[in-house]
């Protein structure tokens, strides 16, 4: 008997994974090409892979599965049970990672990882849909998978299913967005790809089918988690709708947990297999009672952002850090995040505390019903509390509610969250790409992708030492640099870009990378800036204090700029370090004559500018800029400059003129090529040792 909360009476059955089975191969799917159906001329047909439903009217399969044909659109075909008989619908793939470039087609199984495609139908059916799990496949509860997808055999496309072993896992060590499980144990023949990977013990769908290994046993699938790097809205989404990854997995877990509470037949429910599977043994909250709280979090709006949901993570007492990749971005990802907290009264309060963390969040949008969800998550967590928990901890959760019931206004609630703090203006995290040439490879480098946090901690994201060309790098990065921007971003403010390189390649443009084949140049979706990672002589006492002085009066006051190394349309040397000391403190320095790849005078010149203590300054590169005439670049660079205000408004005033280049306004072209060195002595470089102390 289940009770209104999903409480189960438990016990299982020795049918538990032949009901579980049944729950998969009931929502596995067969994919086929725009014209497909059932075709039994053997490979010569329509019939392109496997995929399975992941939500009411959204199916999850391979890239390489559903765009092996020609355009996005697909004929999705499956059957509701036994001799039920086929149905076919059509669909079309409306997200993919990656998305192939254009005239490309990288079919096969050589699409780069992860290989995943959600496609959605284009008109309403009644189908099953399997249980996805909620945490990184990284936590298989046991080594073994059950596997379920479709073949040819003998002319004839047959379903299968079978169990395969967990073996390891290819790549994710120094490059985790291209991480797959390794499989063995059992064959995989052509067409299971985009098949559905569930883990055993806990009866959970972790991962995708992607490969076969050739002419041997097994394979390898790609974790469930992935699909977290589907593209985020570039704007604060207005509806649930508006993001893909919301909308799937919210539509997922209302799914559940409506079956959980209608019963509407006698049949099994994946919470009654794992219930049977004693999955929830470890955890806080039985399969029944996380189907349901599952069901209520996806009530509510979404968190506003990645970085917002880890901000929440971290103030819950006892968290400190959550580095799991990709980052968590629904409600549904936070809960998983927390299961590395076992069970037990504190394992529960902690997920109750985070309820209480959802209900208090800052909302992207409000909706007629999101009082009223509101409301749904505090009756179940008053429930659980008043059950099992201290009456210390159920006084300190209706205080939050009292307090948190009553506010409406977004800024309130931005302001007031349930545990800690809000970091504070100008205490954002921005992405840190470390660029180190090869110094035994031409135009090679080696390289770290992290995220800068305000304390100067840099939590690291991905890394390669084995060496990428510089023409490859964009590429290269793509899914490193999307991934840390994504727990950087907030909507419509996206996160700092610093670029440290050694001084002779600070003429590298990384603000002109695109990063998917149909985004315009990196430098004018966020600021980018550069730094320099040559290890400069420590300073003296003395001149750190006159180091920390130029920075706080720059930061706080409005600054001015200084041409220094150009007089009357002629180059002259920078001034020596003294002479630059000169200068106010609100003085940044201007170097019109830096080019592309700076000769001996220019570079010694910039280092004169940094021992002098200066840690912003623009930087005029591009080729042919010693015959340029520069009276136009010094009056637009000094009024920019002073329109600026504080120095930290230079990296958003640079993007925006960027921007400005990008659609072709003549009143930016000046600033073309304009690079501005950004040093901030509080945020050193990995390895400096340069902290300066903040003021």
């Known amino acids: 008997m289940i009770d209104g909360l999903g409480r189960i009476a438990q016990g299982g059955t020795e049918d538990t994974r032949g009901a579980l089975r049944d729950l998969v191969m009931a929502a596995t799917v067969r994919i086929h090409g725009p014209d497909g159906g059932y075709v039994p001329d053997g490979p010569g047909g329509s019939f392109l892979g496997s995929g399975f439903f992941i939500a009411p009217s959204w199916v999850l399969t391979c890239a390489h599965v559903a765009l092996q044909g020609e355009g996005r659109d697909v004929t999705v075909v499956f059957e509701t049970g036994p001799r039920s008989g086929e149905t076919s619908v059509p669909g079309t793939v409306v997200s993919a990672l990656p998305e192939p470039a254009p005239g490309t087609s990288p079919g096969g199984g050589g699409w780069p990882a992860p290989d995943l495609a959600l496609v959605r139908l284009l008109r309403p059916v009644e189908h099953a849909c399997v249980y996805v799990t909620e945490r990184p496949a990284a936590f298989l509860g046991g080594g073994s998978v059950l596997y379920s997808g479709w073949t040819e055999v003998g002319g004839r496309i047959k379903r299968l299913s079978g169990q395969l072993s967990v073996q390891g896992t290819v790549g994710g060590w120094s490059e985790p967005e291209d991480e797959q499980v390794r499989l063995g144990g059992d064959v995989l023949p052509p067409g299971v790809s985009g098949g559905p990977a569930v883990d055993l013990a806990r009866g959970e769908v972790v991962g995708v089918l992607k490969s076969q290994l050739v002419g041997g046993m097994g394979g390898t699938s790609i974790g469930i988690e992935r699909l977290r790097s589907l593209p985020v809205p570039a704007a604060m989404a207005g509806a649930e709708a508006d993001d893909d990854y919301q909308a799937v997995f919210h539509a997922h877990d209302r799914y559940h947990a409506d079956r959980q509470l209608a019963r509407v037949d006698t049949g099994w ?29 996806a009530e509510l709006p979404p968190p506003v952002s990645t970085h917002s949901l880890l901000d929440l993570l971290v103030r819950l007492p006892g968290v400190h850090r959550v580095e799991r990749y990709p980052a968590p971005r629904s409600w549904r990802d936070g809960l998983g995040a927390l299961y590395e907290t076992r069970g037990g009264g504190a394992a529960l309060e902690l997920v109750l505390r985070y309820c209480m963390s959802a209900i208090a969040a800052e909302r992207p949008y409000v909706t007629a019903a999101t009082v009223a969800a509101e409301e749904a998550l505090w009756d179940w967590v008053k429930f659980v509390a008043d059950d099992r928990l201290s009456r210390d901890f159920r006084n300190e959760i209706a205080l939050l509610w009292s307090a ?5 206004d977004r800024a309130q609630r931005r302001a007031a969250p349930a545990y800690g703090e809000r970091p504070r203006a100008g205490e954002r995290p921005f992405v840190l790409l470390e660029l180190e040439p090869r110094g035994w490879e031409r135009d090679s480098y080696d390289w770290r992708v992290g995220v800068a946090r305000h304390s100067g901690e840099v939590l690291p994201v991905a890394e390669d030492s084995k060496g990428t ?21 907030e909507p419509d403010s996206p996160a700092v870009l610093q670029v440290a390189v050694v001084q002779q390649q600070l003429g590298l443009e990384v603000e002109g990378w695109r990063l998917a084949p149909d985004e315009p140049p990196l430098g004018t979706l966020r600021p980018v800036v550069v730094r320099c990672s040559d290890r400069e002589p420590p300073l003296s006492e003395e001149e750190a204090r006159e180091h920390r002085t130029r920075w706080t009066r720059a930061a706080e006051t409005a600054v001015r700029a200084e041409i220094v190394d150009c007089e009357d349309g002629l180059r002259v040397p920078v001034p020596e370090e003294e002479l630059l000391r000169s200068l106010a403190y609100e003085a940044v320095p201007v170097l019109c004559r830096y080019a592309a790849r700076p000769d001996g005078e220019t570079a010694a010149g910039l280092g004169r500018v940094v021992r002098g203590g200066f840690h912003v300054a623009l930087l005029r590169r591009g080729e042919n800029r010693a015959e340029a005439v520069c009276a136009e670049f010094h009056r637009r660079a000094v009024r920019t400059v002073a329109e600026a205000g504080g120095a930290e408004q230079l990296p958003r005033l640079l993007m925006e003129l960027r921007q400005g280049v990008h659609a072709g306004r003549a009143e930016t072209f000046w600033s073309d090529g304009v690079a501005l060195f950004y040093d901030d002595p509080h945020h050193p470089l990995p390895g400096s040792g340069l902290l300066l102390e903040a003021p």
Not at 271 to 284: I, K
Not at 469 to 489: K, Q
């Open 269 to 297: 429910t994946w919470a009654d297999v794992q219930t049977s599977l004693d999955a929830g043994a470890d955890r806080a909250l039985s399969p029944q009672q996380r189907i349901l709280l599952l069901g209520r979090l």
């Open 469 to 489: 060309p510089g023409s490859a790098l964009h590429t290269r990065l793509t899914g490193s640099l999307a991934e840390a921007f994504r727990r950087c971003d």
């Open 404 to 408: 948190t019931r009553h506010r409406t």
